[in-house]
């Protein structure tokens, strides 16, 4: 401590102008170090976001005309689980019954489907991952008789929305489109 | 700390050029141990075997196991069935991970019960909570490798905590998955710091025991040494005292091992991985369940995650909410019955943890999380000002002292 007290009064006491230059050229160097170190830590870090082959993840052409009314089927998209369920009449109804405006993620269930009887969700519940229950005849759906996802207990209603539980969104709506009348493309 | 008090030339020749020899003598021979240390002064050094044993058995296993998705599960059972010896080893490495948290959890309520975090060992009890959680990082990647059911629902539910973040939180998560959900790359990283971690706590363990030595252990009375008659030389006395530990672990975990190598795993893990189905009922490995009960208890996602960080986080600034100069639980009655009420609501919110999140369990698991935070930094805070401690012994040496005269 006393001697780098001294070292600055001695400093000081050799005229303002030295310091200031040669703390610039300090300040400069350790700048450069960082924006070099910066430089040679990207690549070492980047490498771990998605490679190329796996960003290219090919889409998902799905058949959906052989799904019966009130049944859902369970394909992979991008090493995920995508929920197709051929809803019924009732169902529709009741994902329309309530005001998606007062939902904790907003939103109405026209906004979900391009065709009401098809629902296309990711079958990723929104607060950790798992894979809601709901698919099968004789899963538990919850309370709103869309799916539930057993891991800390989040239901979902039957257009995929979030009504109880600690998720924080939606069942997420992939991109897809129509191919033909039967068959659809994810991704 | 002269080479001239070894007696073998080679070694005096070594010691002149490589002070190894003086360094030995000085942390054994030289360093001052309090007299009065009890058996929870053993967790340390059983902690330091543990560490041992993983790294050992964990590089041994490495030269079977392929961390690959379509492969990983399989050649965990080939150890199991056809490697010489493979499910000895594995067991112990799956034992001794458990046996290290316990370990490592009695290490720590020692702490908190004696105060050992007090000044001036504030540094040194952080570098513990360092170790924690580097050690639960490197049990839970651990725990994906053999890529079962529990494996990868685990890898899943905890690298979604980070999604909880606001903005950023997807694009960590797909950083370190590597992918857009836990696959091949996930398992490869994870491999690639399984195996480096267990030496980074090597490194921070070195900085523990360098912080320790700094001004010696804590004892079960709180005070400090006052010279040569409060202490004793670590060895023979205290390296007798951690071997009779280190005998009673080891016959412990054998028992582990050889009669109920699975009954600290979970069975779900011998299913190999289905990313397409989450198992019914998913639950971390047992050292986890505390804060998974943390976890589940707020019923917002960011809160739950922030709260479950929380927990560990205040271990960090514990020396600074509790400011009673009385380290020891022993002068301290209010806090004692407090330190007690704190260690059964960790043990409620292990078994809650690995309760299903409805019902009641909520409820308590609600209760349960509100009193650890009241515990820390509420309580602590209040007891430093309000608490009558008992007088506290002049030295080590008085009460014993004062006993034998008594006696006589
Ligand atoms: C702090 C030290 C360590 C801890 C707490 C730890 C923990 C674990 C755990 C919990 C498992 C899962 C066991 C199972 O359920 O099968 C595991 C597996 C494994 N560990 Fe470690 N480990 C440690 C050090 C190491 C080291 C240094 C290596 C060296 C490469 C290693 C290599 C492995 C391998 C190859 C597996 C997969 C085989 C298996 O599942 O048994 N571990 N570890
Ligand atoms: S992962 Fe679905 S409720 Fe937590």
Redesign the interface.
Known sequence: MAKSTSNSKSSSSNGMQEPARRDFIVVATYAMGAVGAGAVAWPLIDQ????AD?LA?ASTEVDVSKIAMGQAI?V?W????VFIRHRTPDEIARANAIDGAELRDPQEDEARVQRPELLVVVG?CT?????P?GQKTGDVKGDYDGWFC????SHYDTSGRIRR????TNLEVPPYSFLSDNVIRIG | MSAAKFSNPVVRWIDHRLPVFSMLDHTANEYPTPKNLNYMWNFGSLAGLSLVIMIVTGIVLAMSYTAHVDYAFESVERIMRDVNHGWLIRYIHMNTASFFFIVVYLHIFRGLYYGSYKAPRELLWILGVVIFLLMMATAFMGYVLPWGQMSFWGATVITNLFSAIPLVGESIVTFLWGGFSVDNPTLNRFFSLHYLMPFLIAGVVVLHIVALHRFGSNNPIGIDTKGKQDTISFHPYYTIKDIVGIALFLLLLAVAVFFFPNAMGHPDNYIPANPMQTPAHIVPEWYFLPFYAILRAVPDKLGGVLLMFGAIAILFILPWLDRSPVRSARFRPVFRIFFWLLFIDAIALGYLGGKPAEGIYVTLSRVATAWYFLHFLVILPMLSVFENTKPLPKSISEPVLATTVAAE
């Open positions: 771990m976001n998605p490679a796996t993840l369970t992979t991008r090493g995920k689980p990723v607060h950790l991952g798992c894979v229950l057993p891991c800390h207990g539980g600690p998720a924080p």
